[in-house]
């Protein structure tokens, strides 16, 4: 019976140790999760980018030079969702006129976008980028290529739909013809996708708001990031 209790003695005393270690490890593993959230809070406000990679001498802009907020947006002509957006960062500009600066950078990834982002550079050296670039927008249906479907063999080529395009914007076709092939915007063109690419640009379309990445993609999280750039 004596020995019966000295085990059961002894198996009290274990299982109280290990409670104790326990908590202590609990206690321990709670302070650490703090400590990295307060760390990833704080790593949250990561250095801005670098302002050249961000805005061009040469970047078509809308607004203030001297705006508050500059809003910056790394697109493909032949994406969707950049097609998509356009309306909204009119009305974007619209509502906060003359507070925000919107800078357009061409990111091209499909397999006709070099092409529309050349055709956008030809039509704003004759003043008309963002009738071109609404354009293209407007008529992506026609020229961008569609994941899963064959090309149809009757359809117009790129060129002639890109021809009857700089008619309707009143473009000189001879001097837009001229330019492209000279290759005259190759270089830009691949300047705006390497600036996107060091600045972490993997898809379009990217917002950069005053060098904060837009995360929460959509127009709230946008106008929200915008509000909170006026508001500094």
């Known amino acids: 019976m004596r020995k019966e209790i000295i085990i059961l003695g002894a198996i009290v005393v274990v299982v109280v140790i290990a409670a104790i270690l326990g908590s202590n ?10 400590k990295t959230a307060i760390s ?5 406000n990561k250095p801005k980018p670098d302002a050249a990679q961000l805005v061009r001498p040469d970047s078509p802009m809308i607004g203030p030079e001297d705006a ?9 002509p032949e994406c969707e969702a950049c097609a ?20 357009a ?12 982002a050349t055709f956008i550079e030809a039509a704003g050296e004759q003043g008309k980028y963002w009738q071109a670039q609404e354009l293209l927008f407007e008529k992506q249906p ?19 739909l890109f021809d009857k395009y700089a008619k309707e914007l009143g473009l000189d076709t001879n001097k837009a013809a001229e330019s492209v092939k000279d290759k005259r915007f190759d270089a830009k063109i691949e300047r705006d996708k390497k600036d996107g690419q060091s600045l972490g640009v993997r898809r379009t379309p990217t917002f950069l708001v005053n ?4 995360v929460n993609f959509g127009e709230p999280g946008l106008r929200q990031l915008i509000d909170e750039e006026l508001k500094k």
Not at 144 to 151: E, F, I, L, R, V
């Open 25 to 34: 490890y609990y206690q321990n593993s709670v302070q650490n999760d703090r």
């Open 40 to 44: 990833n809070v704080n790593n949250s």
């Open 68 to 76: 508050k907020v500059t809003l910056v947006e790394f697109y493909d």
């Open 84 to 103: 998509e957006f356009g309306p909204i960062i009119k009305k974007i500009l619209k509502d906060y006129e003359g507070r925000i600066r919107y800078v």
């Open 105 to 116: 950078r061409l990111m091209p990834l499909h397999p006709n976008s070099m092409t529309a």
């Open 142 to 160: 026609e020229w961008a290529t569609k994941h899963g479907t064959p090309p149809d063999p009757s359809a117009p080529s790129i060129n002639e």
């Open 211 to 214: 060098g904060r990445e837009l």
